[in-house]
């Protein structure tokens, strides 16, 4: 049986895509059942109702600062399309540990960065500042310390001279793509756990 997975966004959804694409192939363990986004016209909703996944918009907005409360409607949603992983593919929300402690094992994140290092944002930016030499993308299970969690997939892009934060960061989007559908598989197969 293939795994219900829904993939939370905020933006374009790049890696979404490739998460969609990868679950096309009738060998894969994943099937994606739901796209969820915070932020109503997000592009990549657009993205998934073309290729037929079902979307729902649970706005931040709404919520203020109560993220409890945000974080149980994200649940309801997820719960009533039977998920079983949740992929957070640019979902730009912290959750809270609530939510995080109930997907615990299941909740998977892809980071622009070789973690540990450059945890958080500007990550580009900051190995750059750096000097770093190498840079990359990690997929990891998600738990309350903020890209903390054990490592599914990792890999590395050399850092090129004369290199800017767009270029990096290309370099970086490609290996994104490339991780996160092994990663998932990986989960969804039951060969790493959180």
């Known amino acids: 049986m293939k795994k219900r997975v829904a993939i939370l966004i905020s933006g374009r959804g790049s890696n979404m895509a490739a998460l969609i694409d990868a679950a096309k192939d ?5 099937e994606i059942v739901l796209v969820l986004s915070n932020i109503a016209d997000a592009g990549g909703l657009e993205r998934a109702r073309e290729a037929g996944i079902a979307t729902e918009v649970v706005e931040h907005k709404p919520f203020g600062k109560d993220r409890a409360a945000f974080d149980r409607a994200v649940h309801a949603v997820l719960e ?7 992929c957070l593919a640019g979902f730009l929300r912290l959750l809270t540990p609530w939510f995080v402690e109930r997907w615990s094992g299941r909740l998977i994140n892809i980071h622009p960065s070789l973690l ?11 190995a ?3 000097g770093a030499t190498q840079h990359g993308a990690t997929v990891h299970f998600v738990v ?12 590395s892009v050399p850092v090129l001279p004369g290199d800017t934060e767009e ?3 290309a370099r970086v989007l490609a290996v994104e793509h ?8 990986r989960v969804a197969q039951g060969d790493v756990a959180g």
């Open 116 to 126: 540990p290092a450059l945890k958080g944002l500007d990550t580009h930016a900051r």
């Open 144 to 155: 309350p310390e903020l890209d903390s969690g054990p490592i599914i997939a990792q890999e």
């Open 178 to 185: 490339r991780i996160y559908p092994l990663a998932l598989k």
């Open 128 to 130: 750059l500042a750096a």
């Open 26 to 30: 009738p060998a894969y363990p994943a």
């Open 80 to 86: 009533r399309h039977r998920t079983e992983i949740v």
């Open 167 to 169: 270029t990096l960061a």
